[in-house]
């Protein structure tokens, strides 16, 4: 069973930066399409941003294009987004997900929907 776990998230000041990280048990990140989601209390969980299997395709969602950077190390089994010029708005529970099977060429490939593995979260909270 896959299994993979977040870390890296906090308290920071607007303007401020965080990188979060994402392990798994084991598996070849390149077996697997990753993505990392995020959920604001009261809201739905929305998705910031995937990369499909090979590395090659990366979706950022629009609202944190140009500050969030996905980035993946295979050889560490480990999944990372880069957070600068964090705001208020950008305060939520962050969750990592991964999906074997899932068709990466579908139009809405990068959704909560989409994947069938998830860990438990980190919280991460700007302050103004």
């Known amino acids: 069973q896959v299994q993979v776990a977040e870390s890296g998230g906090g308290l920071v000041q607007a303007g401020g930066s965080l990188r979060l990280s994402c392990t798994n048990s084991?598996?070849?990140?390149?077996?697997?399409?990753m993505g990392w989601f995020r959920q604001a209390p009261g809201k739905e969980r929305e998705a910031i941003s995937c990369?499909?299997?090979?590395?090659?395709?990366?979706y950022y969602a629009d609202s944190i294009k140009g500050r969030f950077t996905l980035s993946r190390d295979n050889a560490a089994n480990t999944l990372y987004l880069q957070m600068n010029s964090l705001t208020p708005e950008d305060t939520g529970m962050y969750y990592c997900?991964?999906?074997?099977?899932?068709?990466?060429?579908?139009?809405?490939?990068?959704?909560?929907?989409?994947?069938?593995?998830w860990g438990r979260g980190t919280q991460v909270t700007v302050s103004p």
């Open positions: 084991g598996l070849r990140m390149d077996d697997y399409a």
């Open positions: 990369i499909n299997r090979s590395g090659g395709k990366i």
């Open positions: 997900a991964a999906d074997r099977y899932m068709n990466t060429y579908s139009l809405s490939w990068c959704s909560p929907s989409s994947f069938q593995n």
